[in-house]
């Protein structure tokens, strides 16, 4: 079966190196002459000595990126260097939660254009990453919390998104196994954003890698970038264990490790790197078709189509670079779970791991160009890091190909901490841990 090219806005095929469309017809045709003619989703290919763009980090918003460039922006003389495997970074240890119940006006449209992306990209990648629009509902505990959250809803209402007040009936009838009379936070209700949901974490980074690879993207795995090498006051290239690689711009998209790669090129960042937990538990038949967020203290959980909770908490609150996790923070975590949740007591947890996040000073991401021309950044996405996959790389892709930031991403840059024009999500200072 011959390939079929990914379409580009303009309708134009694309030029095609490629690992063939998915569809029905293929899967019985392949089915019919003994699964012969799959190839790999992504080429292999060496380095090359140079390139236009270099991407560093094969996470979401790395392999995001690339494609957008490609897709979108025509870009694809393009590398994507990353250190592993695809998909072991944190784009492949989050809950899996997209929504865009935000606060501050800008972040909500950046979230919600996101959420757009989100709804149409199966289609856009040819790739099935199990996008499920089930409802996020955060709950609400005291009086002075259903005021706040009430005024995040009107925020995000007046910005045309979705948000619905439920009542307790109404939790009651979401989430039946909630317990909503403990004596100490007894649920007082809950808002409800009907479009948010999960997709599948893993099948994000294959899907994009996919696609941009199909678009002639290099992805080079086992990669890893020991240096930014610079020309005065100009990016020229990066250092790696396979050799130098040249590049007009580099693009820095490597979540918990901002800091470290940026300290390469002499750039001190906003950021501290944190550890975040995530735990799933034995399958289960279906008991929870919301994403549900308790209010009293820092849990959400989902099921995953296999039936396993997914669920997860806080940053355990201290730096590191370690993806563990300790454990005061799962202890805390569970008490929240069987506190909102009690027949979870009897659920055996099957795994936990963790992931290391950028918390940025004023819990909102960077994207941006940086002091070093040619060195974009992408980082410092806190919790809220794989909802913003498809809009994070539209928006980088449109900073590197046009040189001006996306109008919904305008208010990410990295001057508005010198400037005193931060985003601060949750209103609590420059304290990276509290975001
Ligand atoms: C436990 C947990 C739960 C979360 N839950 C959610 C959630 O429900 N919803 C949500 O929106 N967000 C969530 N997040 C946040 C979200 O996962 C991240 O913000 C987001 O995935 C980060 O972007 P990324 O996918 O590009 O990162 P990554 O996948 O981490 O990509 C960065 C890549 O850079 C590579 N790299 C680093 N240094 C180098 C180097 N020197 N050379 C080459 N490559 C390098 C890494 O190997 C990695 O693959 C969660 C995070 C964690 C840890």
């Known amino acids: 079966m011959s390939p079929e090219p990914i379409p580009s806005p303009s ?54 990126t690339a494609f957008y460039l490609a897709h979108e922006f025509g870009i694809r003389d393009v590398a994507v260097i990353e250190r592993g495997p695809l998909g072991l970074g944190n784009v492949g240890r989050n809950t899996t939660i997209v929504r865009s119940n935000y606060f501050q ?12 992306l989100w709804e149409g990209l199966e289609h856009t990648l040819n790739f099935n990453a199990m ?77 994009y890698a996919r696609a941009a690879s199909n678009l002639g993207v290099d992805i080079i795995e086992h990669c890893e970038v020991t240096g930014i090498r610079r020309d005065g006051g100009r990016v020229t290239g990066v250092e790696t264990t396979r050799g130098f690689i040249g590049a007009e711009t580099v693009c820095l998209a490597v979540a918990g490790s901002s800091s470290r790669l940026a300290a390469q090129a002499g750039l001190k960042l906003p950021i501290e790197s944190h550890v975040l937990q995530a735990f799933v538990s034995e399958a289960l038949k279906p008991v929870l078709d919301v994403v549900l967020t308790y209010g009293a203290g820092h849990f959400y959980v989902s099921q995953s189509d296999k039936g396993g909770l997914v669920f997860g908490g ?5 730096n590191t670079y370690g993806q563990r996790g300790a454990l005061p923070m799962a202890e805390e975590v569970t008490a929240a779970a069987v506190t909102l949740l009690p027949a979870l007591a009897r659920v055996k947890v099957l795994r936990q791991w963790g992931g290391v996040m950028d918390m940025s000073m004023d819990g909102s991401p960077i994207i941006s160009h940086t002091p070093l021309a040619g060195l974009i950044l992408n980082g410092g996405w806190c919790y809220g890091g794989f909802k913003a996959i498809p809009a994070g790389g539209m928006c980088t892709a449109h900073l590197i190909a046009r040189d001006t930031p996306h109008p919904v991403a305008a208010h990410l840059d990295l001057e508005r901490f010198a400037a005193g024009r931060t985003i601060d999500e949750r209103g609590v200072g420059p304290f990276p841990y509290l975001h």
């Open 11 to 64: 309708g134009s095929p694309a030029p095609v190196r490629s690992s063939g469309r998915y569809s029905l017809w293929r899967l019985l045709a392949e089915g019919l002459r003994g699964q012969q003619g799959w190839r790999p989703a992504w080429r292999k290919p060496h380095p090359r000595p140079a390139y236009q763009v270099v991407i560093v980090g094969g996470g979401g918003h790395g392999l995001a």
């Open 314 to 318: 806080a940053i355990d609150g201290y």
């Open 105 to 116: 006006p800008p972040n909500i449209r950046f979230y919600e254009y996101s959420l757009k």
């Open 131 to 207: 996008v499920s629009q089930r409802g996020t509902l955060n709950l609400f505990h005291t009086e002075a919390q259903r005021d706040l959250f009430t005024r995040r809803a009107n925020q995000m209402r007046l910005l045309g998104v979705d948000a619905v007040a439920v009542d307790r009936d109404e939790v009651r009838r979401l989430v039946p196994l909630a317990d909503l009379d403990n004596g100490r936070y007894p649920v007082l209700g809950g808002f409800l954003q009907p479009r948010g949901g999960t997709v599948r974490h893993d099948a994000v980074a294959w899907g």
